[in-house]
């Protein structure tokens, strides 16, 4: 992809931290470490005129981010439960489950810790790529937000498996998870899952 302000100009690009468009070195300035086009420089000038702390973040609200979980766990959920109905029938079909599972309550267990472990691994995987990728699942493409570092720049791959690997450690035990989420009605609206490897969850504009 060119430069937006320069279409014939396919080298040295770099992303805007503020809008992620594509710019060359003319058209960028960079200010705290932090890469901004002309125009978004210009309105992070009026906001320091405002009285907005440099690096200060837009973060999302505490109701949108609830709502993109609650669009991917659609996202996910339905597909993983496809496919454990598909393995049940690949198995022998439900007839055949129903007399493993009523034969004995020692397959329970087993096929509880296979459901989770599908599970977890479907929301880490699906969570970080996708975080990895670009920052959003599909339900934070849709809410309009996005992760990024604490200092608004877009996060590692370390940081988006990191961070999708610890929320779901701490929904393994409801007491933790619960803490984990009451956290971000603090001032800074974040999650422990978040300040552990360090990231934000903010309002974006594709």
Same mark, same amino acid.
């Given at each position: 992809m060119p430069c937006k302000?320069? @279409? /014939? $100009? %396919?080298?040295?690009?770099?992303? !805007?931290? $503020? !809008?992620? %468009?594509? /710019? !060359? @070195?003319? !058209? *960028? *300035?960079e200010i705290g470490g932090l890469p901004y086009c002309m125009t978004c420089k210009s309105e992070m000038v009026l906001g320091l005129l405002s009285g907005v702390p440099p690096g200060a973040l837009d973060l999302a609200s505490i109701s949108r981010r609830f709502t993109a979980m609650f669009v991917d766990g659609l996202v996910l959920g339905i597909p993983l439960i496809i496919l454990v109905f598909v393995g049940i029938a690949a198995a022998g079909g439900f007839e055949e489950a129903g007399r493993v599972l009523g034969s004995g309550a020692g397959y329970l267990p087993v096929i509880q810790g296979f459901a989770t472990l599908l599970w977890l691994g479907g929301v880490v995987g699906y969570e970080g790529l996708m975080l990895s990728a670009s920052g959003q699942t599909v339900g934070k493409k849709m809410l309009g937000i996005k992760v990024v570092t604490a200092e608004g720049a877009d996060i590692s791959r370390g940081q988006a498996w990191g961070r999708a690997a610890i929320r779901q450690a701490f929904g393994l035990v409801p007491c933790l998870s619960l803490i984990d989420y009451l956290v971000a009605f603090g001032e800074d609206r974040t999650c422990i899952h978040d300040i552990l490897p360090k990231t934000r969850v903010v309002n974006w504009r594709a």
């Open positions: 302000n320069h @279409p /014939f $100009v %396919e080298d040295r690009l770099t992303r !805007c931290s $503020v !809008c992620a %468009e594509s /710019f !060359c @070195p003319d !058209c *960028v *300035v």
